[in-house]
């Protein structure tokens, strides 16, 4: 059974650069049929969806994110990461990794845990 | 990309049905039959419901589904539970392999 595991740190101080890392067991990253997402909340609020990535490396952001954001995978790691950089209080979230199924669901199917990421001094 | 627009809010019986509105763009829910919905309790990450305006993945109850008009698509639960006390949200493809989500909607079972 897949399952995701966000890690990363759970405090960031202003104007530096978030970092999370996903883990994908139970199943291959590297399979064709699927994407791997990042996706937010903020407390109390709703879902935002930060980007996504294949296994070959290719990615697509949300617009309003696209000038911090940065997504990477390591396939000999079944992981892939998120970066973003510049950061405020509005980043404080929740930020789940999820799995896209581009070619069957068409939706996100499987959600990490999620982990809680505060900015703050 | 702006958010879909979904009621901060809806209420109902044990047994009644609600139905939740996801209102979006031509560009989004009006383009694509790529809506999704997403089922969530407090604390916890969310599940997926409905996939593709009105399918349900293997394992979700019956009492689900989903429909799509123009640029609004709608979640309906029928037989209201205890259990489906949650927040809901609706996701769309908005093209250029984007995605938007609703703002949410908290289901209040009376």
Same mark, same amino acid.
Request: hydrophobic share 35%.
């Given at each position: 059974q897949l399952q995701l595991q966000e890690s990363g740190p759970g405090l960031v101080k202003p104007s530096e650069t978030l970092s999370l890392t996903c883990t994908v067991s139970g199943? /291959?990253? %590297? /399979? %064709?049929?699927y994407y791997w997402g990042w996706i937010r909340q903020p407390p109390g609020k709703g879902l935002e969806w930060i980007g996504t990535i294949y296994y070959t490396g290719t990615t697509y952001y949300n617009p309003s994110l696209k000038s911090r954001v940065t997504i990477s995978v390591e396939t000999s790691n079944n992981q892939f990461s998120l970066k973003l950089t510049s950061?405020?209080?509005? $980043?404080t979230a929740v930020y789940y990794c999820a799995r896209l199924d581009d070619s069957g669901l $068409?939706?996100?199917d499987i959600w990490g845990q999620g982990t809680m990421v505060t900015v703050s001094s | 990309q702006s958010a879909l627009t979904q009621p901060a809010s809806v209420s109902g019986s044990p047994g009644l049905s609600i139905t939740i509105s996801c209102t979006g763009t031509s560009s989004d829910v009006g383009s694509y039959n790529l809506v999704s919905w997403y089922q969530q309790h407090p604390g916890k990450a969310p599940k997926l419901m409905?996939? !593709?305006?009105?399918k349900r993945p293997? #394992?979700? &109850?019956?009492r689900f589904s989903g429909s799509k008009s123009g640029n609004t698509a709608s979640l309906t639960i029928s037989?209201?539970?205890? !259990?489906?006390e949650a927040d809901y949200y609706c996701c769309s493809y908005? #093209? &250029?392999s984007t995605w938007v989500f609703g703002g949410g909607t908290k289901l209040t079972v009376l």
């Open positions: 199943g /291959s990253i %590297s /399979s %064709s049929r950061v405020t209080a509005a $980043d $068409d939706a996100f | 409905i996939y !593709e305006v009105s293997s #394992g979700v &109850s019956n037989g209201l539970q205890a !259990e489906d908005a #093209g &250029s």
